[in-house]
């Protein structure tokens, strides 16, 4: 079964930044004590606004994705609330594309958002 795995910037290839505020990423089963899922996991990413558009996310990706080579996990998901062109750009860049959009699947702030879903086979 998957743990859930936490990894937190700084990491090493932050494209020479010295600041330290945080982001962070989280891998965890899609549908936790799921026999059925036990090879899914459902990620989810965070840079502090600071930080954006620094190569903290790719940083963070590599690393998970190393981290996780060796691990019994079929496929890898992700939502996307959008609009979000910078969290696509990101996924796309790691191999995961497009599955669909559930459309006005959450309200926040009295708006509906919709989701982007997209997959990755590892
Ligand atoms: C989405 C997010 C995690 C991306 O992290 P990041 O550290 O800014 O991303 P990187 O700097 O590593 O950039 C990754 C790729 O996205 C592209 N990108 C970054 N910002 C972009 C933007 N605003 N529009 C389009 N592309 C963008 C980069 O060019 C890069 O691609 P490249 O290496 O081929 O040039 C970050 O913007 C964030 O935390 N946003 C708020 C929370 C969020 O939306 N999380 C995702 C929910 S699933």
Redesign the pocket.
Known sequence: MVRTVLLRWPLPAA?GSTRRSG?G?CLQSALPGSRAFRETVE???????S???????????RALFDSIADEPIHVAV????MP??????????FGFTEVGTFHEYAVKDGQYLSSLWMERLL
Request: net charge positive.
């Open positions: 494209r982001g990423l990620l989810s990413v965070a840079i502090d606004a930080c954006r558009g620094l190569g903290v996310g790719t940083s963070l990706y992700v939502g996307i609330a979000n062109d910078a969290s696509v750009a990101l996924h796309r860049k």
